[in-house]
């Protein structure tokens, strides 16, 4: 019975021993735009969509523009014109006028869906690298300090992980 009681004592010792002994955790962290901006594909991904941005920009002053004409024209002579020809040119005006509007909405649209399609490649082999270097590094997580969604953090409890990513991506 005294050996039974050892032995329980023992199993419970050990027991709470293991149960007070928690794995360390730990984790990376890394500016996600640092690591983003230095992919070489992302240089090229910017200069489509610079061009991108810039032919939308040409199309709306384009459009402004000749929306400016015509609605100088219509100043110049709306004291001559009759009521139905006055009429006429608001509503084209006006129709000019929604007509931009639209256009301007949609473009910032398919802008924003351009970049989301261009970007979506590079993000796809970041996002690889970071669970590479997180699954080799042993990590729990890793936070992005860009997002600040973390008020503090310890940085000595973690590892900067930036430099290790960049080197996968190569």
Do not use: C
């Not at 909405?105 to 690298?129: I, T, Y």
Request: charged letters at 25%.
């Amino acid at each position: 019975m005294k050996r039974f009681l050892v032995i329980l004592l023992t199993v419970i010792s050990l027991s709470a021993s293991a149960q007070t002994t928690a794995p360390v955790l730990k984790f990376g962290f890394l500016s996600y735009d640092t690591v983003l901006r230095s992919m070489s594909d992302y240089a090229i991904v910017e200069a489509q969509m610079t061009q991108l941005r810039s032919q939308y920009a040409a199309e709306q002053k384009r459009v402004e523009d000749e929306f400016n004409k015509k609605y100088e024209e219509f100043l110049d002579g709306q004291r001559e014109f009759p009521q139905t020809i006055l009429q006429k040119r608001q509503s084209e005006l006006q129709e000019l006028l929604d007509k931009n509007i639209a256009f301007k909405k949609e473009s910032q649209r398919l802008m924003a869906e351009a970049e989301h399609e261009a970007m979506a490649p590079l993000k796809a082999r970041l996002s690889s690298a970071l669970a590479k270097v997180g699954v080799e590094r042993g990590l729990a997580f890793i936070v992005d300090t860009d997002q600040q969604s973390l008020v503090w953090m310890n940085m000595t409890m973690g590892e900067d992980v930036t430099e290790l990513v960049q080197n996968a991506l190569r």
